[in-house]
């Protein structure tokens, strides 16, 4: 399936750069001359990465990024110039962060293609970690049927005890895809996804044990986190679901509105619960395949 | 001379090589213990070149410090520094390390430029927990390090350390944050200096070495 990059140069050098892109196998290639079309096309187009150059006709390249950064912020973007970092004005745009490439370089455009691709192909450039068996972890996650296992009232019920159990304010199961969180069940709230960068669990996830967060407003990794704030999350406790193979590919949370700690029996408990969420997913699927199995034979 | 192709010989450390592609996970409480670990890892052999990111040392106190580490390493090296001028092609200046986006565009370009004439290469960055306290929203030194920092380990012929002194103030919860970059390093030491001149590695992730072992500083 091809994918779609927006390259943004003027008139004079786009074509050298759209043709830098289109020349590795599956990226297409759509473009654009100035700061104000680059920008119409990220609302209209659905982009996997963003080559701009630096000097533009109505502006600088800084401000196509600032709008990624904005509108879908885990995009990656490269920034292709013959202008050297040192005159690059980065004062109101100081935590950006992009792959810089210089033009200049005897083999810039054949880098071009193979840096674009690769930043896109490894989700390089998001503003979270991922451990280091994340490939393994998420192939572990695809042998789940989730859309097909009957779960969903299992994992209502189990939410609903955890928010009684702790008497919070949301109590939650989610899935940690590779850009996103899927909550399974959600009591207490109407979530659906989170883009990954975004969530507290992405970090939860590369704890061994449960990760707890008395107050969001006293930890830098989360009090700029304006998602986090707009769903009233002040406190949060997560623990891993793992799978039998070892990897983490969930967590069970529990969040609410006002600072709270937990003890070490409580996170013992949402360890508990995790790990009885984690069997219910494994026996279903378990027995989805055995059935599967059986209509087989 | 490397030990093999594949692999980076340490100095002056109970290590014998650490393997191409390895992100290193350095941390510990006493600053200049962590300094010195550092550069033996970061400090380059002859066919190699360090490029160091330096948050709280100018640039000749950086090359004096790989010097010291191997002989002759600190004329291999190319230093990014928020402490000091910028003294000549291998040593520019950075005004403001909580300006992420020009430092990582300044790093990247300088791990380019070495390529250009050295393919192997040891990056580092001293201290990483002074760019976290820095910058306003952690997210940014994430980003920071995957774009400019392990994209370029994952695809060169090279190997990275990232120091963190974990008793300094982060505004997060330090051993929380460290949990999680572990899990992300390939390796990770962790250093606690013992006594005058002595110091104890805890080392997990490098084959071979893990477990804990004595050095002298």
């Excluded at chain 1, 979530?191 to 707890?212: G, I, K, N, P």
Aim: with cysteine.
């Amino acid at each position: 399936m091809s994918r779609t990059v927006l390259c943004i140069d003027t008139e004079d050098r786009i074509s050298a750069v759209s043709s830098a892109v289109e020349s590795e196998e599956d990226l297409s290639a759509i473009t654009a001359t100035s700061v104000d079309d680059a920008i119409d096309r990220l609302e209209t187009e659905p982009v996997v990465g963003v080559v701009t150059a630096y000097a533009l006709t109505d502006g600088t390249g800084m401000e196509v990024i600032s709008a990624v950064r904005e509108q879908t912020p885990q995009t990656p973007v490269v920034l292709f110039t013959d202008v050297s970092p040192a005159e690059i004005d980065t004062a109101s745009f100081e935590e950006l962060v992009v792959e810089y490439l210089n033009r200049d370089l005897p083999d810039a455009h054949d880098r071009l293609g193979f840096i674009i691709n690769d930043v896109i192909d490894h989700s390089a450039q998001v503003g979270f970690l991922t451990p280091d068996d994340e490939d393994e972890r998420l192939e572990a996650l695809e042998q789940y049927d989730i859309e097909e296992l009957p779960i969903e009232e299992s994992f209502d019920r189990i939410t609903d005890l955890i928010a009684a159990q702790f008497d919070v304010a949301v109590a939650f199961i989610g899935l940690i895809e590779e850009d996103e969180e899927n909550f399974l069940a959600c009591t207490g709230a109407d979530w659906d996804s989170l883009t990954r960068e975004d969530t507290m669990c992405t970090h939860s996830m590369l704890q061994e044990d449960v990760m707890v967060v008395e107050d969001i407003a006293d930890d830098k990794r989360f009090n700029k986190n304006e998602q986090l704030e707009n769903l009233g999350i002040v406190s949060y406790a997560g623990a891993n679901m793992t799978s039998s193979d070892g990897h983490v590919i969930g967590q069970v949370c529990v969040l609410d509105h006002e600072s709270r700690t937990y003890s070490p029996e409580e996170r013992h408990r949402l360890e508990q619960f995790a790990d009885t969420a984690m069997e219910i997913l494994e026996l279903r699927q378990a027995v989805r395949e055995n059935r599967s199995v059986e209509v087989q034979q | 001379m490397s030990l093999s192709t594949d692999q980076f010989g340490v100095s002056s450390l109970p290590i014998d090589e650490i393997e191409n592609g390895t992100s290193v996970l350095l941390t510990g409480e006493d600053t200049e213990t962590l300094k010195t670990v550092f550069a033996r890892l970061v400090a380059a052999d002859e066919d190699e070149r360090s490029i160091v990111l330096a948050t709280n040392s100018g640039g000749r106190s950086v090359r004096r410090l790989l010097d010291d580490a191997r002989a002759g390493a600190g004329s291999r090296s190319s230093i990014l520094t928020a402490e000091g001028p910028g003294r000549d092609d291998d040593v520019t200046a950075i005004e403001d390390i909580g300006d992420l986006t020009q430092v990582g565009m300044q790093f990247s370009s300088l791990v380019a430029s070495s390529q250009q004439s050295t393919a192997r290469f040891r990056s580092g960055i001293f201290l990483c927990s002074t760019i976290a306290s820095e910058v306003e929203d952690t997210r940014s030194v994430y980003r920071f390090l995957n774009t400019n920092f392990l994209t370029e380990i994952r695809r060169g012929d090279g190997i990275g350390v990232v120091a963190i002194d974990a008793s300094a103030d982060l505004g997060t919860d330090v051993d929380s944050m460290i949990a999680g970059m572990e899990r992300s390093f390939n390796a990770r030491i962790d250093v606690d200096k013992t006594g005058y001149n002595e110091a104890t590695l805890d080392i997990s992730g490098i084959p071979g070495h893990e477990g804990t072992v004595d050095i002298s500083l």
